[in-house]
């Protein structure tokens, strides 16, 4: 088994994206490229409240479509948070992702699967989170070509059921003409 990551920071690791109607929605890789504002709730540990923040995400699309890359910075009454996710696609249902959250030196690895209009992540070890460890997965949706949703869960190594520690949905930002 690999070494659990250390996270020192807030649980603000994942990303989700469901369809609500695929014909009407460009695919995930394509459909995220470009500038987009959320609000949703982010809880900055298994046991912490969840609060209500406001973020702002960059995604870019790069090497010939087979990754992306997610940048955001999210605001809580509790601070600010940062994350960026660089998702990795290996054909057509295959995902590798490196999540770095606040800065910080570590990076949690996350595997799994991805469909035309979304991905479903898990980290490949335990994370380290204010001194326990958690397995955490993440989920990204494209809802339709000006909304997304990332949705993420800790879920402690001795208990039966996770807690979702971010659930955001994000617009597009019109770009201007």
């Given at each position: 088994m690999?070494?659990?990551?250390r ?6 690791l994942g990303?989700g994206?469901?369809v609500s ?9 394509e ?13 900055a540990?298994?046991e912490?409240?969840?609060?209500t ?6 995604v870019r699309q790069?090497?010939?479509?087979n990754?992306l890359?997610?940048?955001a ?7 600010r948070?940062a994350f960026?996710?660089?998702?990795l ?6 995902v590798?992702a ?12 996350y595997?799994?699967t991805?469909t ?5 992540l898990?980290?490949t070890?335990?994370?380290l989170?204010d ?8 989920r990204i949706?494209?809802l ?6 990332i ?8 208990a039966d059921?996770?807690r ?8 597009r930002i019109a770009e201007a003409?």
């Open positions: 690999l070494a659990p990551a996270w020192t920071g807030a649980a603000m990303l994206v469901m109607d695929p014909a009407d929605s460009a695919t995930l890789r459909g995220l490229d470009g500038t987009w504002t959320g609000q949703g709730a982010i809880a540990g298994y912490t409240t969840a609060r923040a406001r973020c702002r995400v960059e790069e090497d010939a479509a990754s890359e997610i940048h910075t999210c605001a809580t009454t509790a601070g948070r960026t996710l660089r998702a696609f290996d054909g057509d249902t295959q590798r490196a999540v770095r959250a606040n800065g910080t030196a570590e990076t949690t690895q595997a799994g991805g035309e209009t979304g991905m479903e898990s980290a070890s335990p994370i989170l001194g326990a460890y958690y397995q955490s997965r993440l949706d494209l339709d070509d000006t909304r997304f949703r949705l993420h869960w800790l879920q402690p190594e001795s059921s996770a979702q520690t971010l659930a955001i949905e994000f617009h003409p």
